[in-house]
């Protein structure tokens, strides 16, 4: 690893001392008016866009002058057109803590493999701003601007990759839009699956429902995950290692929670069939056991598929894969 490398890791442990977004700030976020907005009001704009959000709590934002047109209070009632923006200011922020023990595994020039922990948001969203992996690699890649490539929901952890250029991005994103990068999981579920081998292909949902959740629909996005059962525990759980070969959101999660077996610790996709509202952890609540473990794809320069891979997660340390290091082949 060389001095550069070892130089972003150690500003990256310094940050998990005092979290960036854990020191009140003035959080102001961007509100955008898209072309079907155009020729209504500012307030029925906003409850169209933000339907999760009530109009009464946006009608108390507007009063308290938190909706911004520059440096002057927006008017609820001002016709907006498509393209303009106005601002959200939400004073005083302080977030929620996270897990921010984010390592650099591979720097290349094209771009960069990371080990996401959690919980922790990867981009700015809800509650989260500063205390995000983009946010916490900006302090250590000044003046560059690292592109998503693909995600993993917060309460996930394992390998991620991120473009440093914009080229480099269009070129990674292709590979996970067409299914061409290889994704191994490890997972815990609660209940034993009934088969060493099982394969789930029932379709996901395009859009989320109350809560921010997706559902498995007949009439959604294909979907499909291989699984191979890699231990039953006495506890009533299961090993696995899972095979996405799309990448629909929640796809692992939906799946085993639709097979009747859940992944251990999901906050959302619940035992018996239950539901909730989306959630991220908190650090005092047990993990979520899910943790994506490689990652394969053509590398940008040379076409060649290169593989990166992370640690076994802790989980793993009760099973005897994970005492034997098995998790790791």
Known sequence: ??????????????????L???IPYDNVRPI????????KTLLECVTSVYPQVGESQWQLWFSEGHILSGDDRADP?????GGQQFQHSFPDTT???VDAAVRILTEESEFIVVYKPA??????CGRFNLNTLTSLLATVYPGEDLRLVHRLDANTTGVMVLARTRKVATHLRQQFDLNQVQKQYLVRCVGHPPAKEFVCDERIGKRTVKGGTRELRHDGQESRTRFHLLEQLADGTAVLRAFPETGRTNQIRLHLWGKGTPVLGDPTYLVDGQRVAN????????????HAQSLSFRHPQTEEMVCFRSREPAWMSDSEHGRLGLGDT
């Open 95 to 97: 977030e929620p803590e």
């Open 119 to 124: 919980p922790l948001p990867v981009h700015p």
């Open 1 to 18: 690893m060389n001095a550069t490398l070892q130089q972003r890791n150690e500003g990256l442990r310094q940050l998990q001392g005092q």
């Open 77 to 81: 009632k001002a016709i907006v057109r």
């Open 32 to 39: 955008n008016v898209p072309a079907s907005c155009d020729g």
């Open 20 to 22: 960036p977004g854990s």
């Open 279 to 290: 959630q991220t952890l908190t650090l005092a609540d047990p993990p979520m056991c899910l």
